[in-house]
């Protein structure tokens, strides 16, 4: 049973070293290394569901944030996901959210807390969106001592089941330390 481990081990180093040399055309222009072309694996790959070819991958999407509401302390906001690649490619679930920072574009505070129940499947056309909302929570609202607040260059997107990031521009205040709530929500992509 060892080998059998250590096999699915090797493998999975093997999948990480092959797509870490992807580029995406989600770079900002002050490229974050870690932001844009970093893998990782524990990214927002859904282990309930194994990734399929039809799966939308970041080189083939444009994300941007769109304004959004505010209620009792947060804002939320639309990350729009655009189909940008040739072909037709399936999103579900939730996406992997986090703040980012300097430039190499490290991660500021705890990811995104998710909301609600994976939706369902959708299927994005050459050029069509799908949105996730995601709330912004007033980090001022924290004690600063918890929060120890600090200022970020925007957000690290992972969509769903895939272990390869974009960089999203949006500068801001995050949290540096773990404050008694979530800095960040999202739900699904629908």
């Not at 970093?38 to 990214?43: F, H, R, V």
């Not at 083939?60 to 944030?65: D, I, M, P, S």
Request: hydrophobic share 35%.
């Amino acid at each position: 049973m060892r080998w059998v481990a250590n096999g699915v081990g090797v493998a999975v180093l093997v999948l990480v070293a092959a797509c870490g040399g992807q580029k995406s055309d989600n770079q900002p222009q002050a490229e974050l290394p870690s932001a844009t072309s970093a893998t990782s694996t524990t990214g927002s790959v859904d282990a309930a569901q194994p990734a399929s070819a039809d799966d939308c991958k970041v080189g083939e999407l444009k994300l941007a944030v769109q304004d959004g509401d505010a209620a009792a302390g947060t804002v939320y906001r639309k990350l729009v996901f655009t189909n940008s690649g040739q072909r037709t490619c399936v999103i579900q679930g939730f996406p992997g959210v986090s703040y980012v920072a300097g430039q190499d574009g490290h991660q500021v505070g705890p990811a995104a807390y998710r909301v609600g129940t994976k939706g369902a499947p959708v299927r994005l056309t050459p050029g069509a969106t799908a949105a996730s909302d995601v709330g912004f929570v007033n980090v001022q609202n924290f004690d600063p001592a918890e929060c120890r607040p600090t200022e970020v260059l925007g957000l690290r997107v992972y969509p769903p089941h895939d272990t390869e990031s974009a960089f999203v521009e949006l500068p801001g205040t995050g949290c540096a330390g773990t404050p008694p709530g979530n800095q960040l929500t999202v739900k699904t992509v629908v």
